[in-house]
């Protein structure tokens, strides 16, 4: 890749530490991306017996929270984020108000009336969506892109 075709696209606050440790770096949505670093085989095997780390810094965050927070996700969600306990997390569907599918998610239930929804690509252009429908006691953040990685272990 050219040095102007990856001046275009946006890093993650965690670009400069994947190209330090030899990351092969990919056009992913816009973003200069990591694929992989010592090839998948290794990458797997090594998440299956010790720990792996995904930086989700691209991936975009809607929060909501109030009276209502509960009723707004369920309506962008096809999964029953009620079933959800304080600190519990389920993968998603982010939907269209017809209920066509726009984007896989993560909802997390921060507090009864508080959830954080995590969305990868176009993160910006999907918050769109949620924010207009939110009720009168809702309110949702705006788009925020800071480091953060998730962890996985076997």
């Not at 369920?74 to 599918?101: H, I, R």
């Amino acid at each position: 890749m050219s040095d102007t075709a990856t001046a275009e696209l946006r890093k993650t606050p965690l670009n400069a530490r994947h190209r330090a440790s030899n990351g092969r770096m990919v056009p992913f949505a816009g973003w200069d991306m990591p694929v992989e670093y010592a090839g998948i085989v290794v990458e797997h095997l090594a998440v299956r017996t010790r720990a792996g780390v995904f930086d989700v810094s691209h991936m975009g965050e809607i929060e909501v929270a109030g009276k209502d927070a509960l009723a707004a996700v369920q309506a962008v969600s096809c999964n029953d984020a009620s079933l959800l306990k304080v600190g519990q997390a389920q993968y998603s569907g982010l939907l269209t108000p017809e209920g066509t599918f726009l984007d896989d998610m993560i909802v997390y239930r921060m507090a009864p009336n508080h959830f954080m929804l995590g969305s990868a690509s176009r993160s910006r252009s999907r918050a769109k969506w949620p924010r207009s429908i939110r009720a009168t006691d809702t309110r949702s953040s705006r788009f925020r892109v800071r480091p953060r990685v998730t962890c996985s272990s076997r």
